[in-house]
């Protein structure tokens, strides 16, 4: 059975630091491409970073880059989002996603809630 649990979310305040840790089980982890999304209420669902299976190259979007950073452990199977400086306009749920294209697989936890606040 796959699953995906995340952690670490909570109340922060701003320009504090938060690092949110998702484990996985019942896939092989180190082949997925791995992803942190998250999404406001009111709005869509955005990614925020992705880290590959091959290369462990990573990719963000403007919003966090130079604050926030993704990182994985193969042999835990986890993948990890280092979150620093972070803004009000960061208050969301975050999602772990992960996914295999090659073979059509694409797998979501159930998110954590991170809140930005005075």
């Known amino acids: 059975q796959v699953q995906l649990v995340e952690s670490g979310g909570g109340l922060v305040q701003p320009g504090g630091s938060l690092r949110l840790s998702c484990a996985a089980s019942g896939f092989t982890f180190r082949t997925y491409t791995m992803r942190w999304y998250r999404q406001a209420p009111g709005k869509e669902r955005e990614m925020v970073a992705l880290?590959?299976?091959?290369?462990?190259?990573?990719n963000y979007a403007d919003s966090v880059k130079g604050r926030f950073t993704i990182s994985r452990d193969n042999a835990q199977n986890t993948v990890y989002l280092q979150m620093n400086s972070l803004k009000p306009e960061d208050t969301a749920v975050y999602y772990c996603?992960?996914?295999?294209?090659?073979?059509?697989?694409?797998?979501w936890g159930k998110g954590t809630l991170v809140t930005v606040s005075s």
């Open positions: 880290i590959t299976s091959a290369s462990g190259s990573s």
């Open positions: 996603n992960a996914r295999l294209a090659t073979a059509g697989m694409n797998y």
